[in-house]
C-alpha cells in the first residue's frame, strides 16, 4: 500500500472531470461543487439529481460512454464507472496528461485518494486509513462529530478577526502565545452560549499574558 502525502487542494473555478453517472459517481459531484469547481460528468446514464443539476446548468455533460481524451485540461478527475478496465484505462490517461485520478474502490491505481471529512465552517477534519478500511474512517469521523461542534468555526472566526486586529496594530505574537491563550476549555463553552464578546475579551487577556505584556 502507498503512502499518502496530505493536501488540500482549491478546486474552485478549475476543470474537474467525473465518469460515471450512479449514486457514487452523483457523491463525488456533490462534493466537488461544494467547492465550486467546474464540473464535467461523462456518462450515457445519470441519476436522477444529476439529472436535476444539468438542466440547472449545475454541471456539464457528455452523454455517452468514457472516451480517450475527456481528461484533456481537467486538475483532477474521478472514474467512478461500473468497470474495472475502464476505470483503470482512465488512470492511464491521467498519467498521459498529468491529471490526478481517484479510482473509487481501486487505491492501487490512484493517485490520491479521499478521505472522509468532517467540516464545521472553515474548519475541516480530514480521516484517511490509507485506503485500507474506508468503514474505519467514517467511524472515527462519527465519533468526532459528536465532539466537535460549530463552536470550533465560532472560535475560527474570532480567531481569524483578532489575528488580523493585532496584524495591523502592529502587535506580532509567537505561535507558542497563540497556543497558551487558546484555552478552549473556557472558550468553548463561552461560543456556544453565543457570548462572543465575553469569548474575545477573554482571548485578548489571555494573549497578553503570555505575551509577557
Known amino acids: 500500500m502507498s503512502s499518502y ?4 487542494l482549491n478546486v474552485k473555478g478549475k476543470r474537474c472531470v467525473v465518469v460515471g453517472g450512479g449514486e457514487v459517481a452523483e457523491r463525488k459531484v456533490k462534493a466537488l461543487m461544494e ?17 436535476e443539476m444539468v438542466r440547472q446548468g449545475a454541471i456539464q455533460i457528455v452523454l455517452r460512454d468514457y472516451c ?16 474495472t478496465q475502464v476505470n ?10 498529468g491529471v490526478l485520478v481517484n479510482v473509487v474502490d481501486d487505491p492501487e ?19 484517511s486509513t490509507g485506503g485500507r478500511s474506508p468503514a474505519l474512517a467514517r467511524k472515527i469521523r462519527t465519533e468526532l462529530e459528536s465532539c466537535i461542534g460549530p463552536e470550533y468555526d465560532s472560535l475560527a472566526q474570532l480567531l481569524s478577526q483578532v489575528r488580523a486586529e493585532l496584524k495591523k ?17 473556557t ?14 475579551r ?12
Request: with cysteine; proline share 4%.
Open 5 to 8: 502525502y496530505p493536501i488540500f
Open 35 to 51: 467547492q465550486d469547481a467546474q464540473v464535467m460528468v461523462v456518462s450515457q446514464h445519470l441519476t436522477a439529481e444529476l439529472e
Open 68 to 83: 480517450p481524451g475527456d481528461l484533456k485540461g481537467a486538475l483532477i478527475a474521478i472514474a467512478a464507472t461500473d468497470s
Open 88 to 97: 483503470r484505462q482512465i488512470a492511464e490517461e491521467g498519467k498521459r496528461w
Open 109 to 127: 491505481a490512484s493517485d490520491f485518494i479521499v478521505p472522509s471529512r468532517l467540516c464545521r465552517g472553515d474548519i475541516t477534519i480530514a480521516i
Open 169 to 185: 496594530s502592529g502587535s506580532s505574537l509567537s505561535g507558542d502565545a497563540w497556543q497558551e491563550a487558546l484555552d478552549l476549555e
Open 187 to 200: 472558550l468553548l463553552p463561552l461560543l456556544r452560549a453565543g457570548r462572543v464578546e465575553e469569548a474575545r
Open 202 to 213: 477573554l482571548l485578548l487577556d489571555n494573549l497578553t499574558k503570555a505575551n509577557g505584556d
